[in-house]
């Protein structure tokens, strides 16, 4: 079977801006390859028309779309589990300059696109089988607003010390 490959659709010209943003932010990442538009695409001539790229390994096209009729919503979203405090607050701190703070641990990058920057010990908190916990730590994400999650603050919560 093909592999599905999210395709990002970058308004206003700026698709050599975003492949080389995300690819600094994640490790094993890297540019795969491009394709410009044709001397006959007006105003698009010699643009980049599709960048290629791997995020962690993992493939993405972006598409130089110009027609900003499309925008990206909070519909589809892209989750980042990270495994420390730090991790948590530079690829936050990275994806939510130029874009805007949402809540749960969710933003948007000055793309537009959705991130959930969420610290891996959460989902094993969520997957936890004492109900009381799981209600404890859920009470305590879903005040988070407009700030990366706090890996300390949840545990609190979760243990039942907040």
Same mark, same amino acid.
Not at 28 to 48: E, M, V
């Given at each position: 079977?093909?592999?599905?490959?999210?395709?990002?659709?970058?308004?206003?010209?700026? /698709?050599?801006?975003?492949?080389? &943003?995300?690819?600094?932010?994640?490790e094993?990442?890297?540019?795969?390859?491009?394709?410009?538009? *044709?001397?006959?695409?007006? $105003?698009?001539? *010699?643009?980049?028309?599709v /960048?290629?790229?791997?995020?962690?390994?993992?493939?993405?096209?972006? /598409?130089?779309?110009?027609?900003?009729s499309?925008?990206?919503?909070?519909?589809?979203? &892209?989750?980042?589990?990270?495994?420390?405090?730090?991790?948590?607050?530079?690829?936050? $701190?990275?994806?939510?300059?130029?874009?805007?703070?949402?809540?749960? *641990?969710?933003?948007? $990058?000055?793309?537009? &696109?959705?991130?959930?920057?969420?610290?891996?010990a959460?989902?094993?908190?969520?997957?936890?089988?004492?109900?009381?916990?799981?209600?404890?730590?859920?009470?305590a994400?879903?005040?988070?607003?407009?700030?990366? &999650? $706090?890996?300390?603050?949840?545990?609190?919560a979760?243990d *039942?010390?907040?």
């Open positions: 079977m093909e592999q599905i490959t999210p395709t990002l659709w970058i308004n206003d010209g700026k /698709i050599e801006e975003a492949a080389d &943003f995300y690819c600094s932010l994640f094993n990442s890297r540019i795969t390859g491009s394709n410009d538009y *044709g001397p006959d695409a007006g $105003d698009y001539a *010699g643009q980049k028309m /960048i290629r790229l791997e995020l962690q390994g993992k493939p993405y096209v972006l /598409i130089n779309g110009g027609d900003t499309f925008t990206a919503n909070e519909s589809v979203s &892209f989750a980042v589990g990270c495994d420390s405090q730090e991790e948590i607050d530079r690829l936050w $701190d990275a994806l939510v300059e130029g874009g805007e703070p949402s809540a749960c *641990g969710w933003l948007k $990058d000055r793309f537009g &696109f959705s991130w959930q920057v969420t610290p891996t959460l989902y094993k908190m969520m997957d936890d089988s004492d109900p009381e916990k799981v209600q404890r730590v859920t009470a994400f879903m005040q988070v607003y407009g700030r990366a &999650f $706090d890996i300390a603050e949840l545990e609190a979760f *039942g010390r907040s």
